[in-house]
């Protein structure tokens, strides 16, 4: 819990600075984000196992890239819910969302 609230919540901080940025950038915060599911799983640095599968299927954790965009539509989603994003936003969210369920 303690490598969870200090390493990973902060990848989450700083989203949208990070946002397209060029992987050879993002590969050290993989790096790190690797070694703290080590650490949670306690996994040696050696040991035969995907540690991208690891990670995805027993600690439900996205790969970096994918963790930014996921995270920053969660952003946007919530904002456009709560009528605290453009208008033009929120009627584009809402359309696409009936055209989802029909």
């Known amino acids: ?15 949208s ?8 950038h993002l590969h050290p915060l993989q790096t790190v984000l690797s070694a ?26 996205l790969p970096i890239d994918q963790r930014i965009v996921y995270k920053l539509c969660l952003v946007v989603y919530n904002k456009c819910q709560h009528h ?9 969210m809402c359309a696409a969302l009936i055209r989802q369920n029909s």
């Open 36 to 61: 703290a599911a080590r650490i949670i799983l306690t996994l040696r640095k050696f040991d035969r196992v995907s540690i991208s599968r690891t990670i995805r299927n027993e600690l439900h954790w």
């Open 84 to 92: 605290l994003a453009p208008s033009y936003l929120s009627s584009f």
């Open 1 to 15: 819990m303690l490598v969870h609230a200090l390493v990973v919540s902060r990848f989450d901080f700083s989203n």
């Open 17 to 24: 600075v990070i946002y397209r940025v060029a992987a050879v």
